[in-house]
């Protein structure tokens, strides 16, 4: 007998993460039915996948494009909806198994905190949840025994190098990083960066703005904190190792100096299919990994002289409180000015490092608190732009 299908609400499906989902769910249907799926403001696409998928509900976050999507998908029978909060409500419907949150940023907080509370498994892709209010997100998960399955390849690897190791007290975990397009750079190099040369990623193909993170290694930071709530770590058992060739994707050292990796090529749809499928591995047509055509791994210390972001997340985590909520905040906002040619690349630490100092410091913050802090940290990083 079949198992069950899983019913996946897609968060984000007009981003990378959300086309390669909907690439694996493709060669799965015998497994997996989309349930429902959001954009922000790519209402072409949207319109183009709802279509072909035939979901019971999309939403449009941008009620503007609510007309002309709704108008191509009504004789469908496909609900419509638009803005945030309808964003927030759909995820609590009792027809989903899943909600993949893959978001961009901040905006991902609200509506998985709302599916927790709902009691749905989460396939998180979006780390800045976790970043910005883990204590709380750990506290709601545990009341509503609900489970969170890493998407980031790196959180993806560790969660696999910890299956079936129970209680074995873990020593350190080593996320790997592929250094960027700037690995290597010092800061007389980085001084005139623009935004093409940072869009350009050795590895991966990842939205404009993950890429910049990348570059910057912030996004790496981000992924620091996401794991220390993740795996209920301490920062000092959180290491970064730069590993060029992004084979082995992250690495669990364990309290009798073992280390397991997991290793693979770089293709986000196995992280994203392992957490839609979890517990079960699914059979896959995948390109498989050949020892003998990378012959060669490397490995390097990470320069957080030179790439003060990723510093910078460090403090931030073990500082607590909501810090890390105004590291996030600040680094959108000048990752978003860096986009729109208004800020050096360099100048984006710079401005984070001072809205880190500035902000109000709440050592044990309420939902409201983050709320605030994010706010005000954005209206100081604009003024500061």
């Known amino acids: 007998m079949q198992d069950k299908k899983k019913h996946i609400a897609i968060l984000g499906s007009t981003g990378s993460i959300g086309t390669q989902t909907l690439e694996v769910i493709d060669s799965h249907p015998d497994k997996f039915v989309v349930e429902v799926l959001t954009a922000n403001n790519n209402s072409k696409l949207l319109i183009k996948q709802a279509i072909k998928y035939k979901p019971n509900v999309v939403v449009i976050a941008n009620k503007d494009k609510y007309d002309l999507v709704n108008k191509e998908l009504f004789d469908l ?14 995820v609590e419907s ?78 350190k975990i080593y996320l790997t990083a592929s250094g960027g397009p700037f690995r290597g750079k010092n800061l007389k190099d980085l001084s005139n960066i623009n935004k093409e040369q940072a869009l350009k990623h050795p590895n991966w193909s990842m939205g404009s703005k993950i890429t910049i993170d990348s570059a910057t290694m912030m996004n790496k930071g981000l992924e620091v904190i996401e794991a220390r709530w993740l795996f209920d770590l301490k920062p000092e058992q959180i290491k970064v190792v730069v590993h060029p060739q992004s084979i082995i994707h992250s690495a669990v050292q364990f309290s009798d100096g073992s280390i397991i990796a997991q290793m693979g090529l770089p293709d986000m749809k196995l992280p994203i299919q392992y957490a839609l499928g979890f517990p079960s591995r699914i059979k896959n047509n995948f390109k498989r990994f050949c020892f003998f055509e990378h012959p060669t791994l490397t490995f390097e210390r990470a320069d957080i002289n030179t790439f003060r972001n990723l510093k910078l997340a460090y403090n931030a985590l073990e500082t607590g409180g909501n810090m890390p909520c105004i590291l996030n905040a600040a680094n959108e906002i000048v990752v978003e000015a860096f986009l729109n040619d208004k800020i050096s690349f360099l100048s984006m630490s710079d401005v984070i490092e001072i809205c880190m100092e500035k902000i109000t410091f709440v050592k044990n913050p309420t939902l409201e608190d983050y709320i605030k802090t994010d706010e005000a940290t954005r209206v100081l990083a604009r003024k500061l732009l």
Not at 77 to 90: C, Q, R
Not at 142 to 162: G, M, R, T, W, Y
């Open 77 to 90: 029978g496909i609900k419509v909806y638009s803005g945030v909060d309808a964003l927030n409500e759909v």
């Open 94 to 171: 009792e027809n989903i198994d899943i909600v993949l949150t893959a978001l961009v940023g901040y905006s991902g907080l609200g509506p998985t905190i709302r599916a927790i509370k709902s009691g749905k498994n989460i396939a998180l892709a979006n780390k800045e949840t976790l970043v910005v209010a883990g204590d709380l997100i750990s506290r709601l998960c545990k009341e509503n025994n609900v489970d969170i399955l890493p998407v980031d390849s790196e959180h993806s690897a560790i969660f696999q190098c910890l299956s079936g190791e129970h209680n074995n007290c873990i020593e």
